[in-house]
């Protein structure tokens, strides 16, 4: 089941470059969600948006921007990575008007920063 | 605010003996609780939520979790696991009124199903 795709899926990258990741859904969902899961701390809300003129942050978006290039396509930026970024990613999607807006995740690309 | 936690960060166990992962949660208002699973190199996957009525829920793959409100706890059980059933396990919850739709993830466990 392809319905969140991640690109890439692994990334190793060194201080100071800028990371694209990129996701994308057939889903037909409006709402898009970007986490980082690190060992031991669960997975963080980066950015969310509802529709491709709404982007909030989240919990921890210091050092992150997003992109909302059209309502199936969310992208999160890393300007210039540090080593504390290397972490697993997530993508999660969701609709407005669904009893619990039930997110579904991507499969996840892991950034390593050298 | 909302909190999350898992109070075993990995639980080891054999093939076919039962299993349970504990989550307590805080908040002062009414949430929706929810565990997902992780399977190596896969993303997050729905096993079960609740959101109201009975406070016994049933989900996939024969995990069953009880809604205790004068514990705030959500613990998720199965009576026999299977080796497939090594992975990941996250507890989360969110405000019921909330718009977001923001989840709140506790830390994870660990399940390891030995044969």
């Known amino acids: 089941d392809a319905d969140v795709t991640q690109t890439p899926r692994n990334r190793i990258t060194k201080t100071g470059k800028r990371i694209m990741l990129e996701c994308s859904q057939t889903k037909g969902h409006d709402r898009m969600y970007w986490y980082r899961q690190d060992p031991g701390l669960g997975l963080q809300l980066i950015y969310y948006?509802?529709?491709?003129?709404?982007?909030n942050k989240g919990e921890i978006s210091d050092g992150y921007s997003v992109s909302r290039q059209a309502q199936a396509k969310f992208s999160l930026s890393l300007e210039s990575a540090i080593p504390n970024q290397t972490a697993l990613y997530f993508c999660?999607?969701?609709?407005?008007?669904?009893?619990?807006?039930?997110?579904?995740f991507g499969p996840g690309t892991r950034l390593t920063v050298l | 605010a909302q909190s999350v936690t898992q109070l075993d960060s990995q639980v080891p166990v054999f093939e076919e003996a039962p299993v349970e992962l504990r989550c307590n949660y805080s908040?002062?208002?009414?949430?929706?609780l929810f565990w997902y699973v992780q399977y190596p190199n896969q993303g997050l996957q729905l096993l079960l939520k609740y959101l109201s009525g009975s406070t016994l829920v049933k989900g996939i793959n024969g995990f069953e979790a009880e809604f205790n409100k004068s514990q705030t706890s959500f613990h998720l059980r199965k009576p026999s696991v299977h080796i497939s059933d090594t992975a990941e396990y996250f507890c989360a919850v969110r405000e019921s009124s909330s718009n977001t739709g923001k989840l709140i993830f506790g830390q994870g466990t660990t399940l390891q199903v030995k044969p």
């Open positions: 908040s002062s208002v009414s949430v929706y």
């Open positions: 948006s509802f529709d491709v003129k709404d982007i």
């Open positions: 999660a999607t969701s609709a407005t008007g669904s009893s619990y807006n039930e997110q579904f």
